[in-house]
């Protein structure tokens, strides 16, 4: 993954991001800005859900608006966001992100129908990889 | 040969006892000897009488036939010649002689033709035989008192020798051997009784010896075996902890991973530099004190394997539960499970850091396990007066107590009682190893503490660790420390003792 570096990147999308990391955060919001995509932070899954809700108000959701969520997140964590969400019309396509080791967290997240699980640490261009497989799509 | 010790008693008795058998038996013989003496000197006496007696008899029947009776008891008369023999004619016929004081008188009947026609008369003064008498007593007694005075030096001899000494030398062998000194067998030369249990008494001491050898690397056995079991303990605890740990890294992994991409790419402005690198730093410090802290928990109790005595010290239960629950948070995240501390007031106990750190990990992670669906794991740390439950010696009074609430299942009151024993688990396999409650509870009873559990099926558990508070700290120490121990100070002495 390290060898393709994203010069190209994918179709601009509508990245609904949750992380309890201010660093981490930051850190994605600002290189996937610089990608050309639109990103909205949160900063806890209590956040995450209810910005769902909001866009949910708005209409189905489209391919390109993903949610790239942390797992354990202070009061809710990414996982119930998306149990809670899972089979309607209006919810988003998951990305998570989990720690590393932790097999049964990835192989419940893609049971849940997570579209993409990336293990921490990752390479931004292994992001970016994800990312356009998904928007793609 | 031997002092007039104690130990001599049981001789000494023996020397009288026999003395006193002597002197019985060797009056009774010299009683016996003299009054035979006398019997012969007196049979001697009468044997003279009858030959005096016999040779005037026929003068005087001869005389007496011829009718010349006076003449007959003239001579008769004229026979006492010696003053102190007597010869007297007696016409009526007399009863038995009688030994007056001074005389011993013998009768002789004299008859002509079958008719008696008196009785003669002999009698003999009893000086000599007085004077003989004393002279036979003098030498029996005498004899009889050497003989005595020789027998009674042979018997304190040998009675010292041969019962004396052995003895006074097996209640010294006895009383080391009471005082634990198994060494130093006993020698004893005699071939007797008391030899052989000198010999008894040393093959004893060896067996003694040999069994205090095999008890004492018996229990060492014991301790390491424990101290085995908390380590056992200890490493699946930080097996446990580690997937959460490893978990932990992934988020400051990724900070540092993705800065130093900028930096190797020449993303970096020039202004952003110096920010960049206080972040990775950042990051770095804090994966660094993650990983210390498992390594803390887990190095602990290995520094004390290698310790003999792992030392105690003043621990802060309320700074040692806040650090323990840093360490598990990320399992309690996992499970959905929030984590409250309620510490009213700073409490100090005197232990191992380490161990007490794994008892309050091995409550808590036994809470979450507990915890089948999301809720709070509540723990409280505070003092309360308490009193030790039967079959643990400890006193009545005030106690550091940490509680530690899950809002789980329950545990069953059927198997309650049990969940202290080694190995008993309700959890699947590989969720938990059976040792963790029981290791606690050893850990807790080595402090002198205890381990309280209630629980109600459906509505959850309630573990109590109850531990004698630490001493009063002395002036060297923290003002602080010190206002607030020497509250204590009359509540917290009497757990010393019991708190070792």
Same mark, same amino acid.
């Given at each position: 993954m390290i060898g393709t570096h994203a010069t190209t990147s994918a179709k601009p999308a509508r990245i609904l991001l949750a992380e309890d990391d201010p660093e981490l955060r930051t850190l994605l919001a600002e290189a996937l800005r610089r990608d050309g995509h639109q990103v909205m932070e949160v900063g806890n899954g209590l956040l995450l859900d209810d910005v769902i809700r909001e866009l949910a108000a708005q209409g189905p959701a489209r391919p390109h608006e993903i949610v790239l969520s942390d797992v354990r997140m202070p009061g809710r964590t990414g996982l119930s966001v998306l149990e809670s969400h899972r089979g309607s019309p209006w919810c988003p396509r998951f990305i998570f992100m989990t720690g590393f080791g932790d097999e049964e967290l990835r192989a419940e997240a893609r049971e849940l129908g997570a579209v993409g699980v990336i293990e921490k640490p990752f390479e931004l261009d292994e992001l970016r990889g994800l990312l356009r497989a998904v928007a793609g799509a | &040969?031997? +002092?007039?010790?104690?130990?001599?008693?049981?001789?000494?008795?023996?020397?009288?006892?026999?003395?006193?058998? %002597?002197?019985?038996?060797?009056?009774?013989?010299?009683?016996?000897?003299?009054?035979?003496?006398? $019997?012969?000197?007196?049979?001697?006496?009468?044997?003279?009488?009858?030959?005096?007696?016999?040779?005037?008899?026929?003068?005087?029947?001869?005389?007496?036939?011829?009718?010349?009776?006076?003449?007959?008891?003239?001579?008769?008369?004229?026979?006492? +010649?010696?003053?102190?023999?007597?010869?007297?004619?007696?016409?009526?016929?007399?009863?038995?002689?009688?030994?007056?004081?001074?005389?011993?008188?013998?009768?002789?009947?004299?008859?002509?033709? #079958?008719?008696?026609?008196?009785?003669?008369?002999?009698?003999?003064?009893?000086?000599?035989?007085?004077?003989? &008498? $004393?002279?036979?007593?003098?030498?029996? &007694?005498?004899?009889?008192?050497?003989?005595?005075?020789?027998?009674?030096?042979?018997?304190?001899?040998?009675?010292?020798?041969?019962?004396?000494?052995?003895?006074?030398?097996?209640?010294?062998? %006895?009383?080391?051997?009471?005082?634990?000194?198994?060494?130093?067998?006993?020698?004893?030369?005699?071939?007797?009784?008391?030899? @052989?249990?000198?010999? @008894?008494?040393?093959? %004893?001491?060896d067996r003694l010896r040999e069994a205090r050898r095999r008890i004492e690397s018996e229990t060492e056995g014991r301790l390491g075996a424990l101290e085995q079991l908390r380590h056992a303990d200890r490493l699946a605890t930080v097996g446990r902890l580690a997937s959460g740990v490893a978990h932990e890294l992934g988020t400051p992994l990724g900070v540092v991973l993705a800065r130093a991409r900028m930096f190797q790419q020449g993303e970096v402005a020039p202004g952003d530099m110096s920010n960049y690198g206080r972040i990775i730093a950042e990051q770095v410090e804090r994966m660094s004190g993650i990983i210390r802290q498992l390594?803390?928990?887990?190095?602990?109790?290995?520094?004390?394997?290698?310790?003999?005595?792992?030392?105690?010290? $003043?621990?802060?239960?309320?700074?040692?539960?806040?650090?323990?629950?840093?360490?598990?948070?990320?399992?309690?995240?996992?499970?959905?499970?929030?984590?409250?501390? &309620?510490g009213r007031e700073p409490v100090e106990i005197f232990g191992h850091p380490g161990q007490v750190q794994q008892v309050v990990l091995n409550l808590v992670m036994n809470a979450l396990q507990a915890m089948a669906r999301p809720g709070t794991v509540q723990l409280t740390l505070g003092r309360a007066q308490a009193t030790p439950p039967a079959g643990v010696e400890a006193p009545s009074g005030s106690?550091?107590?940490?509680?530690?609430?899950?809002?789980?299942?329950?545990?069953?009151?059927?198997?309650?009682? $049990?969940?202290?024993?080694?190995?008993?688990?309700?959890?699947?396999?590989?969720?938990?190893?059976?040792?963790?409650?029981?290791?606690?509870?050893?850990?807790?009873? @080595?402090?002198?503490?205890?381990?309280?559990?209630?629980?109600?099926?459906?509505? #959850?558990?309630?573990?109590?660790?109850?531990?004698?508070?630490?001493?009063?700290?002395?002036?060297?120490?923290?003002?602080?420390?010190?206002?607030?121990?020497?509250?204590?100070?009359?509540?917290?002495?009497?757990?010393?003792?019991?708190?070792?």
């Open positions: - | &040969v031997c +002092t007039s010790s104690p130990s001599v008693k049981l001789a000494r008795k023996l020397i009288v006892g026999i003395l006193l058998g %002597m002197v019985l038996v060797l009056s009774a013989s010299a009683y016996l000897q003299v009054r035979r003496e006398l $019997r012969a000197f007196a049979d001697d006496m009468r044997r003279d009488h009858a030959v005096v007696a016999r040779s005037l008899r026929s003068a005087i029947v001869a005389t007496w036939k011829d009718a010349r009776r006076a003449e007959a008891l003239r001579a008769v008369a004229e026979s006492a +010649t010696d003053e102190r023999v007597k010869v007297r004619w007696l016409d009526v016929q007399e009863g038995p002689p009688v030994d007056d004081g001074d005389w011993r008188v013998s009768r002789f009947p004299v008859a002509i033709d #079958g008719d008696q026609i008196g009785t003669l008369e002999v009698s003999e003064a009893r000086d000599e035989e007085r004077a003989y &008498v $004393r002279k036979s007593l003098v030498q029996t &007694v005498l004899s009889t008192a050497i003989l005595a005075v020789l027998a009674l030096a042979i018997i304190i001899w040998l009675t010292l020798w041969f019962v004396g000494r052995p003895i006074r030398l097996l209640r010294d062998k %006895m009383k080391r051997i009471g005082e634990g000194d198994l060494g130093g067998p006993l020698r004893l030369p005699q071939r007797d009784e008391f030899g @052989e249990l000198a010999e @008894e008494t040393n093959v %004893m001491c390594l803390d928990f887990s190095r602990r109790q290995s520094r004390g394997d290698r310790q003999a005595a792992p030392e105690r010290e $003043r621990v802060n239960l309320a700074e040692l539960v806040v650090r323990t629950l840093a360490l598990i948070e990320p399992l309690a995240e996992k499970r959905h499970v929030a984590l409250t501390f &309620v106690y550091a107590r940490l509680t530690v609430e899950d809002a789980g299942n329950g545990i069953e009151p059927a198997i309650l009682p $049990r969940v202290f024993e080694p190995f008993f688990t309700t959890k699947d396999v590989g969720e938990g190893t059976g040792l963790g409650l029981s290791v606690s509870y050893g850990i807790i009873r @080595e402090h002198g503490g205890w381990i309280e559990v209630e629980s109600r099926v459906g509505v #959850g558990s309630r573990f109590s660790v109850l531990l004698p508070p630490a001493p009063a700290v002395t002036d060297t120490q923290g003002g602080d420390h010190d206002r607030h121990t020497r509250d204590h100070v009359s509540e917290a002495r009497p757990h010393l003792a019991g708190g070792g």
